[in-house]
């Protein structure tokens, strides 16, 4: 499954196979927003060489997760990243050919 193998590019900090997970027109959102704040591999890009760069104790508990038919849902424990001690995220991801197409995250405060 793409977004496993995704988790596990993020917690090994690989960011090649991390991107080869998402589509060419990624769209990432924050849950509330109808606006993408990153579009494109190239922005996935930017961000996430950032983290990977700057986090070297990043990872990612999936507690739980839910799949209905293209949609994939994953409660997570985030430790590590940019300094953050722990972070729990509720992740929405949307599946279309086998990439992820949409994210959005809602994360606790």
Do not use: W
């Not at 959102?29 to 700057?54: C, M, W």
């Not at 799949?67 to 940019?82: F, L, Q, S, Y």
């Amino acid at each position: 499954m793409v977004v496993q193998k995704q988790v596990d590019a993020y917690n090994a900090r690989n960011l090649a196979i991390f991107l080869d997970c998402h589509a060419p027109d990624v769209e990432l959102y924050h849950f509330s927003e109808h606006t993408p704040y990153a579009t494109g591999r190239a922005d996935l890009k930017n961000i996430y060489q950032d983290v990977f760069e700057n986090s070297p104790d990043l990872h990612a508990e999936i507690i739980n997760r839910m799949v209905m038919g293209n949609t994939v849902i994953d409660h997570e424990r985030v430790t590590g990243r940019k300094g953050v001690e722990v972070s729990v995220i509720i992740a929405i991801y949307e599946i279309e050919n086998g990439l992820i197409a949409k994210a959005r995250f809602l994360r606790e405060k």
